[in-house]
């Protein structure tokens, strides 16, 4: 079988991007190799073995077109209104706690927040399916 491993998102700014998801989410640099034109930073916790691969294209200037569709990363924590008051502390503007039902029960609570180059974090309550 496949075993998903990373997924990847296009940056502008390696700095900035490590701090904002070392102070978010906990993940530091695992790995950085450096090509001539690119960069891959790739970041994980000991919560899981998968990484967030971040690409900085060298000479790149302008922010990415990041579409119209709505995909998204996402991640689980224990107390998700607490995490989203950290975040708002740290300064990040998180989203909106959101509670989606089904038939009558909770299916999932969560909040989007955005990282430094627009790209969307769904924050949700470990609970169900999201553990």
Do not use: W
Not at 21 to 43: E, P, W
């Amino acid at each position: 079988m496949a075993k998903m491993i990373h997924s990847m998102i296009r940056i502008l700014d390696e700095a900035r991007s490590v701090e904002f998801y070392s102070k978010a989410f906990g993940l530091s640099v695992a790995d950085r190799v450096d090509f001539d034109t690119f960069t891959l930073i790739y970041l994980s916790n000991a919560e899981t073995g998968f990484e967030l691969e971040l690409t900085v294209n060298k000479g790149r200037t302008e922010p990415y077109d990041l579409g119209n569709a709505y995909g998204h990363l996402a991640v689980s924590v224990e107390e998700v209104a607490v995490e989203r008051a950290r975040l708002a502390k740290l300064g990040f503007k998180p989203g909106e706690l959101v509670e989606l039902n089904r038939d009558g029960k909770l299916f999932g609570l969560f909040f989007f927040v955005s990282d430094p180059d627009g790209y969307k974090i769904e924050v949700l309550q470990r609970h169900g399916r999201f553990l």
